[in-house]
């Protein structure tokens, strides 16, 4: 018995993905629910779990190719199933003997003697005609490891790779074909324009950087894009989380940080201003009555927003474990499309990078997104004097279409006067 491993239903209009790597090789023994391959979407990686225990069998999209929900990508047969083998078998009886046509007759070597038979042809009988692939697979080995199949042979000698340089993800460390598409692939190809300008590089975008590129694209020819600027005293913020760290931590676990409290800033200044939380679907406006708040986190293979769910139901101590799960598992590549989706508005902390001020850009189909930046001290006027005080900057992005001016500098302003006085954030003032 064997089954089908099919591409899953990958979320919301995501319809294709691409074969990042197979897990596991033909030949392999499976568990069942063990994962056998990774498939990259536009927003996530995902890994496809083997639908039974047993061999793999069979391969049918190979790695970087792309595939559609439901594409067939290999079959797993149950124990005691045989793997299919690329290499070709020959029996021991042609091992042995090697059948040569000479005009009527025909010489046979047997093995076992040393001196030739020699018989009448039979008229059914046919000479056994040896295939370029046999006579290959069975040709002296020179310069190239005979433990390797003929397909990776093959690209070693005509690219002249290294095969000592390389660690292979088969058996034993054996180098497979998969491993050799890889590494051409990630080396960048010289550029042919070189002579003339000067050394470049050439490399393929990720699917998810497309995805990025693609809707921060859309966001800008799709929405009437405006920011608005505002400074906010971090002072208060960052005497209250000293006074409270300790407690906070020993308390909770975890350590009091800005997110929290800007988190909630953000739903209070929502909750006043639903437009904000709102979206356009075609000539209609939808107000969300449930504040699910997106958070940028940058990983290495590019930007990924993933939600935190009812926020105006967490604690402090909830949104900032919250907030490091979902963040490690970004950072992991371990998000999945639920922790993408069904998010209402956004914040980006530039800061962390060092980022003074910036416009942030909406993430669609979002009207808002709050951008922090770096803590500086600065000099300030407080009741007549100039006082030092740590201060940030902060922006907000939003789609004029539905929120007009008045409506933004008020949320923004909001936001401000909760986080210089983050009592009023315990009051629901």
């Given at each position: 018995?064997?089954?089908?491993?099919?591409?899953?239903?990958?979320g919301?209009?995501?319809?294709e993905?691409?074969?990042?790597?197979?897990?596991?090789n033909?030949?392999?023994?499976?568990?069942?629910d063990?994962?056998?391959?990774?498939?990259?979407?536009?927003?996530?990686?995902l890994?496809?779990?083997?639908p039974?225990?047993?061999?793999?069998?069979?391969?049918?999209?190979?790695?970087?190719?792309?595939?559609?929900?439901?594409?067939?990508?290999?079959?797993?047969?149950?124990?005691?199933?045989?793997?299919?083998?690329?290499?070709?078998?020959?029996?021991?009886?042609?091992?042995?003997?090697?059948?040569v046509?000479?005009e009527?007759?025909?010489?046979?070597?047997?093995?076992?003697?040393?001196?030739?038979?020699?018989f009448?042809?039979?008229p059914?009988?046919?000479?056994?005609?040896?295939?370029e692939?046999?006579?290959q697979?069975?040709?002296?080995?020179?310069?190239?490891?005979?433990?390797?199949s003929?397909?990776?042979?093959?690209?070693?000698?005509?690219?002249?790779?290294?095969?000592n340089?390389?660690?292979g993800?088969?058996?034993?460390?054996?180098?497979?074909?998969?491993?050799?598409?890889?590494?051409?692939?990630?080396?960048?190809?010289p550029?042919?324009?070189?002579?003339?300008?000067?050394?470049?590089?050439?490399?393929k975008?990720?699917?998810?950087?497309?995805?990025?590129?693609?809707?921060?694209?859309?966001?800008?020819?799709?929405?009437?894009?405006?920011?608005?600027?505002?400074?906010?005293?971090?002072?208060?913020?960052m005497?209250?989380?000293?006074?409270?760290q300790?407690?906070?931590q020993?308390?909770?676990?975890?350590?009091?940080g800005?997110?929290?409290?800007f988190?909630?800033?953000?739903?209070?200044?929502?909750?006043n201003?639903?437009?904000?939380?709102?979206?356009?679907?075609?000539?209609?406006i939808?107000?969300?009555?449930?504040?699910?708040?997106?958070?940028?986190?940058?990983?290495?293979?590019?930007?990924?927003?993933p939600?935190l769910?009812?926020?105006?139901?967490?604690s402090?101590a909830?949104?900032e474990?919250?907030?490091?799960?979902?963040?490690?598992?970004a950072?992991?590549?371990?998000?999945?499309?639920?922790?993408?989706?069904?998010?209402?508005?956004t914040?980006?902390?530039?800061?962390?990078?060092?980022?003074?001020?910036?416009?942030?850009?909406?993430?669609?189909?979002?009207?808002?997104?709050?951008?922090?930046?770096n803590?500086?001290?600065?000099?300030?006027?407080v009741?007549?004097?100039?006082?030092?005080?740590?201060?940030?900057?902060?922006?907000?992005?939003?789609?004029?279409?539905?929120?007009?001016?008045?409506?933004?500098?008020s949320?923004?302003?909001?936001i401000?006067?909760?986080?210089?006085?983050?009592?009023?954030?315990?009051?629901?003032?």
């Amino acid at each position: 018995m064997s089954e089908k491993i099919v591409v899953p239903v990958l979320g919301e209009s995501i319809t294709e993905a691409t074969v990042a790597k197979w897990l596991k090789n033909a030949g392999d023994t499976v568990e069942a629910d063990e994962p056998i391959v990774e498939l990259e979407t536009d927003k996530v990686n995902l890994e496809v779990p083997s639908p039974i225990s047993g061999v793999l069998t069979e391969i049918n999209s190979q790695d970087g190719s792309v595939v559609e929900v439901g594409a067939l990508l290999g079959s797993v047969s149950a124990e005691g199933g045989t793997a299919v083998k690329s290499t070709p078998k020959i029996s021991e009886e042609i091992k042995k003997e090697e059948i040569v046509p000479v005009e009527s007759n025909v010489i046979k070597l047997d093995a076992n003697k040393k001196e030739p038979k020699v018989f009448e042809e039979k008229p059914k009988e046919k000479p056994l005609i040896l295939t370029e692939e046999v006579k290959q697979d069975f040709a002296p080995k020179r310069d190239v490891n005979p433990t390797l199949s003929p397909a990776v042979r093959k690209i070693v000698t005509e690219n002249n790779i290294d095969i000592n340089s390389i660690q292979g993800s088969g058996k034993d460390g054996r180098v497979l074909k998969g491993d050799l598409i890889s590494l051409m692939g990630a080396n960048p190809k010289p550029s042919e324009r070189k002579i003339q300008y000067g050394e470049e590089e050439r490399i393929k975008m990720t699917r998810l950087r497309q995805t990025i590129a693609k809707r921060l694209k859309q966001a800008q020819e799709n929405a009437a894009l405006l920011t608005t600027f505002n400074e906010v005293d971090m002072s208060s913020v960052m005497e209250m989380r000293k006074e409270n760290q300790e407690d906070f931590q020993s308390r909770y676990g975890i350590k009091l940080g800005f997110m929290s409290f800007f988190v909630k800033a953000c739903v209070v200044a929502l909750k006043n201003f639903p437009a904000v939380n709102a979206e356009i679907d075609g000539d209609e406006i939808i107000y969300k009555n449930y504040y699910n708040i997106s958070f940028a986190v940058g990983t290495d293979k590019g930007l990924v927003v993933p939600v935190l769910r009812n926020a105006d139901e967490l604690s402090f101590a909830d949104i900032e474990k919250n907030i490091k799960e979902i963040s490690e598992k970004a950072r992991d590549g371990k998000l999945t499309i639920e922790d993408l989706q069904g998010g209402t508005f956004t914040i980006s902390n530039g800061g962390v990078y060092g980022s003074m001020l910036s416009t942030p850009i909406l993430n669609l189909p979002q009207s808002g997104v709050l951008g922090m930046h770096n803590i500086v001290e600065r000099p300030v006027v407080v009741d007549g004097e100039i006082k030092i005080r740590p201060i940030m900057y902060l922006a907000l992005s939003y789609d004029h279409r539905i929120i007009d001016g008045k409506e933004s500098v008020s949320f923004l302003k909001m936001i401000k006067e909760n986080l210089e006085d983050p009592r009023r954030l315990f009051l629901d003032i």
